[in-house]
Structure formats: C-alpha cells, structure tokens
C-alpha cells in the first residue's frame, strides 16, 4: 500500500560525482530535517562517514584499475543503491530507475503502455498478484501466481523486480514472449502490448435487485470514481450491496480510507505500526453514502494490500462479510520519494493492522465464507461461484464454506 505523497529522502546534494554517492547514501548521509524519523545525528553522522570508507576505497579503484574504461557512473551509483535496499530482505523496498519512476507514477495516474499485470518478487520468482481487467495479459489468460520465468529469451529469475518489469513492460503494438510457470508446468505465452487504461471502478445493479461495484485497483482518482457511481446505484433501491476485490493489487492509502468512508459509519478504517513501536490510527467520518446497505465482500489470492485493508475493515467492523480466498498477504505500506534524477525510492515505513489490529503479512484474510471457483476446461463455460454465493447470501439462502486443505492458503 502505497502513501499518496511522499517526502524526499535528501535535502542537498554535492554537484557533480560527488552528489550521486551521497544520493547513493540516501537517508544515511542526508537525510532531510522533515522526514519522518531522524536516524542519525551528529555524533552518528561521523561513525557514519567511516563506514562509508570502504565504498570509496572501491569507487577509486574501479576507476583507477578497472579493465574496461570508462564505467557509467549512473549505473555504479544505482547498483549500489540497489544493493543497499538488497540488504533489507524485503522486496517492497527498491530503487526505481527515471523510467520505472515514470511509469509507477503513469500506472497511479490511470494509463501506461505494457501488458497489464501486477507482479511482485516472491522469494526470487518474479510473481503475478493480478492481471488487470481487460489488460493483453488477462486476455491472454495471465492468472495470478503465475511465475515468470523469461521475456524475449531473458531469465527473469533472481532479477530485480524492477528490472524484470522493464523488460516485459514496453510500446504499445509490439509484441513480448514470455515463459510462464504455472503448477510446474512451463508455458509459452505471446502477448502484444498496448495501452492499459485503468478506469478502476465499474458496476450494476443485477437482476436479483443487487448492487454490484468492481474495484480493479485503488489509484488516485478511484473514490472520486466511486462518489460518481454510488448515487446511480443506490437510486434504483438495491437489497444489497456486492463489492468485488478480487484481483484488486491495492494502490494509495488516502484512496483507500476515502473509499472506506462510504461504507462504514465513523470509526477505524486500520493502524499503521512503525518499527519503533509508534501506532497511528486512520479514521472515517460518518458521511458515507452506503453505510447501512446489507454487504458481501469478495476477495480471492489476488486481492493485496489496500484492498485487503478495505476488506479487513469492512470484516472486522462487522460491517459485511467476506466471501471467496485467503487474500494475497501485504501487510505493509510504502511510500514513494522522488530523487533528484527523477527515479525514486519505494520505501517500507509501516505494517498495517486491521481495526481489531491484526495483521495480515504472508498470512492474508481469511474470509467468512470459503467458496473455490471451479476449473474450466477448454471450451468450457465459466461459473462464478462466489459472485453467486454473494447473491445467495444477501437473499437469505444457506451458502456451504469449503475451506482448502491446509497445504493450499497462503503460508
């Protein structure tokens, strides 16, 4: 989950060389007077400079002894950065280069060019959370926990998330190869790119007098969305209220809380935990537009995030219930911090808690109401189970849970 805003991480830099390894250093050597938590002060700052020796000792001699000169210096400098949020252990945290910035943002903003597929690095193995609706890749067939194995003959393996996304994400109109784990089995997948336009919000009212609204994801202009759509919904006088998660990867936490205002009445939406121990609470109002509709969440492994902060609000206010998957387990949140070469930082601040402060890192929701969907074989047709057990349940019907077997939730 990500802050909608973020504050940069260094305040000055030296010109030249010199101000891209102290940008290197980050929040160690310059770190800025309004930043969230002061790390190191002037005591420290000197123990810090003599840590720092040996990287200089390498600088020089890279420079001086190296075979093939010159080195790229801008590539010196992000490898380093890379390494140093490598040493973190936590793949949330990461350096993105100018272009992948661009692109993070562009992704927020509601459009960019690629094939329209969440990934996330899971223990080395480039991951899909989620295709995005109508994307090349969920036409494609793209599933989430899809493991990518290679684009254009590349092995994305071991790669940097970041880098592994830059190769499958490129123009519209060209194509990508890619080889794709799923159960074991490897999978030769072509996919042309295109434009992915992410209006998030779409609904209906279905014919059983139930209001539906899909969430594909939570970007900047997604509550506005929804305040747009409610009103239209509401007025045909629905018994009930679904709200689709699934295959939701999340996005901004200011989205997230506005969003969540509309369905619960004033109290806690989640807590942010720091490492420090501090907690910090985030509330709604009472001024809400569904608040007193009956409602279903549905949620399924590609559920992540912010959407898994919605749906743990909504569940353990009491508010509605959940229907579907274990979600997919991110439990923490981001903020993003623009540098001065116009790449950023994707930094790890916080783990959230649910209202009765749970958390659901690697572990994911569990839902009220286990329903698996069916598997389709080729020329099937599908059924949405739990988009009918939602209905079930909100017509008074007896839905059957069936929880998996325990080798198959999240872990």
């Known amino acids: 989950m990500n802050s909608r805003t973020g504050t940069n991480f260094v305040s000055a830099l030296f010109i030249g060389v ?139 393996t071991g790669m940097d998330v970041t880098e592994a996304a830059a190769l ?74 679904i709200l689709d998660l699934r295959r939701n990867p999340g996005g901004a936490l200011d989205t997230t809380v506005d969003i969540a205002n509309q369905f619960l009445d004033e109290g806690l939406v989640l807590v942010e935990r720091f490492g420090d121990g501090d907690k910090r609470p985030f509330e709604v109002d009472n001024d809400g537009l569904a608040q007193d509709i009956p409602m279903v969440v549905l949620v399924d492994e590609g559920s992540a995030s912010a959407s898994e902060v919605l749906a743990g609000a909504i569940q353990d206010r009491g508010r509605g219930i959940i229907i579907g998957q274990v979600s997919f387990g991110k439990g923490t949140v981001q903020t993003w911090h623009t540098l001065s070469n116009d790449g950023g930082v994707r930094v790890t601040i916080a783990e959230w808690l649910t209202p009765e402060e749970s958390s659901i890192d690697q572990v994911g929701l569990t839902p009220d109401y286990f329903i698996p969907l069916p598997e389709v074989e080729d020329g099937g047709e599908f059924e949405d189970t739990q988009l009918q057990a939602a209905i079930d349940y909100l017509q008074g019907k007896t839905i059957i849970s069936v929880p998996p077997e325990p080798d198959l939730q999240n872990e």
């Open 18 to 156: 010199g101000a891209f390894i102290i940008f290197a250093a980050g929040y160690v050597l310059g770190q800025a007077p309004n930043a969230p938590y002061q790390v190191f002060g002037p005591q420290t700052a000197v123990a810090a400079d003599d840590e720092f020796e040996p990287f200089w000792e390498v600088w020089n001699l890279i420079h001086d002894q190296y075979l093939r000169q010159p080195v790229d210096n801008v590539a010196l400098v992000e490898g380093a950065i890379d390494g140093m949020l490598a040493t973190l252990g936590d793949p949330h945290t990461r350096y993105l280069s100018p272009q992948d910035q661009q692109a993070a943002q562009e992704s927020m903003d509601g459009e960019f060019q690629g094939i329209g597929a969440e990934v996330e690095d899971v223990d080395g193995a480039i991951t899909v959370v989620t295709p995005i609706d109508g994307s090349p890749a969920q036409e494609a067939g793209i599933q989430p926990g899809d493991i990518l194995r290679e684009a254009d003959g590349v092995a994305l």
């Open 168 to 241: 499958v994400r490129g123009p519209a109109g060209t194509t990508v190869s890619l080889v794709i784990e799923r159960d074991g089995e490897l999978l030769n997948v072509d996919i042309v790119r295109d434009v992915i336009k992410l209006a998030t919000v779409r609904g209906e009212v279905l014919e059983e007098g139930i209001a539906y609204v899909r969430l594909s994801r939570f970007g900047n202009n997604t509550d506005e969305e929804l305040a747009d759509l409610l009103p239209e919904l509401l007025a045909e006088n629905p018994t009930g209220l």
